[in-house]
């Protein structure tokens, strides 16, 4: 891989919370720190495009996010989302020509001990390195298919679903 290109869009990866998880707000991206503590053997650049909570990610947010990825030289693309919407935004970035790209998030804020964010950071970096072209999500030690998964919201994890 010669250069990872890192799009974030906020979600609970970058969350702060003020207070026992009811007052938050989105912080400054996560990724690259987390990268740099790690000691990666790649280069990367990270586009902080957006700070927001997946549920407030508009259409065109993520027409926003097509274009960028799309103007940008690098095939190889990890982008930080939230996990609730984070399916209807791969759906969006679908055919995209020459890029492999991979959403990513927590279910819990990087700043959390115990969180799942370097974990599925880690997994999205190995997937986006080793998938052809297209778009796919990394979430709980998994790569899926943004049209045959969904979050369950209930259990806090993706699971498989069948196609329409």
Not at 105 to 111: C, E
Not at 138 to 164: C, H, L, S, T, Y
Request: aromatic residues 6%; negative net charge.
């Amino acid at each position: 891989m010669d250069n990872l290109l890192i799009v974030t869009t906020g979600g609970t990866i970058d969350k702060i919370y003020f207070d026992a998880k009811s007052d938050y707000q989105v912080g400054d991206p996560q990724i690259g720190q987390i990268l740099q503590e790690l000691g990666v053997a790649f280069r990367f650049h990270v586009i902080p495009l957006l700070r927001k909570d997946s549920l407030e990610l508009t259409d065109a947010d993520r027409q926003l996010l097509r274009a960028t990825i799309a103007a940008q030289e690098e095939t190889r693309v990890l982008v930080t989302h939230g996990t609730d919407t984070m399916v209807e935004t791969a759906r969006a970035l679908a055919g995209l020509a020459g890029k492999t790209i991979v959403l990513t998030g927590a279910l819990s804020p990087a700043r959390f001990r115990g969180s799942d964010a370097e974990f599925n950071i880690g997994c999205a970096i190995g997937a986006v390195q080793c998938l052809p072209e297209g778009v796919y999500i990394a979430m709980n030690g998994r790569i899926w298919d943004p049209a045959r998964v969904r979050k369950n919201v209930e259990a806090n994890r993706f699971e498989e679903i069948g196609i329409d």
